[in-house]
């Protein structure tokens, strides 16, 4: 038997985070899926993340609760309208009222708890720096710092690199992909983006709205593939 | 009335966080405090942290839910016992089983969240290099490249500094003082350390047990600054 390394996949329920851990997979981890209960007002993406973990073999999936909403400050936690219909240009122009205050420190933060715990040294994280809907918290800069604090903070950043071991890794397969080139690839990886829910304000049996920034990345990405988009749309 | 500058301030209910709590108004601030309820076996802390911010008027007190446990691997939230009894050079020679994974790094990520819905740009922490116990997360490094880090994560950092606003700043006053500094500066600032709970392993009532890392390194500094120890002892 071969001595599979252990990742932490950040598994939102959305197109993006099956993407990676169909790579992950792909590549031979042991994929340990962590998802968060953070007061989001779209949960049935937990339903989502849920059947992909076990339809992409994770060998664990955690969710966590997380009360992001107790500070309140943004659409996808409160009651702020999620904004709809804008065109590609007004979603790059600012950050978006859908930004959730340090949502990915805060999530990447807890996967290296997680990674501790499990003694990885492979964090993966879904996000990207083109069709990334203008978070700060998706940009490379971002990614590269947090990763020389992972490597400072940790006992597994310390003590394994004083003995020589791997350091604490924060993985973006996807930071340089188009939304069509994740679909593609994921397509042919065999993911049933089906499964997955990327909309802001879905309805409750988790059809999504159609509107919303993600829904309209979303669509324009199944388009430009060239694939049939199999989302259920209300 | 003077513009009074908000900070978040990391609140455990010990005797360090209340000290930070302390100087932070000293220094003028409105003080938003911060606590957590993240599994870990001495609640008695949450209602210490309840009464220093009270006592020392803090504007706010929030206390966030977050389910460090669900990870293990720590004696502070799981069944491993805490050591007692070990010298100060045995507490800095590993880092110890006390250690909860990446939680400072979980922490200051929340007060990241809080802070950038408050637009605050000041987190105080009352982290120690000096009488640390050994946590990894207590050095400076770590301090520097969270910062750094917090900087390019948020919005604040990003559409602050673009306009000239400061930036995001990790306090760290107490990161140079052994434990007799910390506790007479405090008692100057009238802080009565008699509300304030340090032990690992509390009993029921909140008495401490005196015999563990954090008790050990408590009574050494009462006595080296030769002030009364009001700490209620089972």
Known sequence: MTDQKKAVVLLSGGLDSATVLALVRDAGYTAHALSFRYGQRHVVELEAAARVAEA????EHKIIDIDLAAFGGSALTSDI???KGR?????????????????NTV?????????????????FIGVNA????????????FIAAFEVMANL???????????????????????????????ARGSDLGVDYGM????????????????CDSCLLRKKGFTEAGLPDPTRYQ
């Open 130 to 141: 083109l069709d990334y809907s203008g978070y700060p918290d998706c940009r490379p800069d």
């Open 56 to 59: 992409l073999e994770a060998a």
């Open 196 to 211: 997955t829910i990327s909309c802001y304000d879905p309805g409750p049996a988790g059809a999504a709205c159609g509107a």
């Open 87 to 103: 065109d590609t240009k007004a979603m790059e122009a600012e950050i978006p009222i859908t930004y959730v205050p340090a949502r």
């Open 81 to 83: 309208p999620v904004p």
């Open 107 to 123: 999530f990447l933060s807890l996967a290296l708890a997680y990674a501790e715990v499990l003694e990885a040294r492979d964090i």
């Open 153 to 183: 903070a940790t006992r597994a950043g310390v003590e394994g690199q004083a003995a020589g071991a791997a350091p604490i890794r924060i993985h973006v397969p996807l930071i340089d992909m188009n939304k069509a080139q994740i679909i």
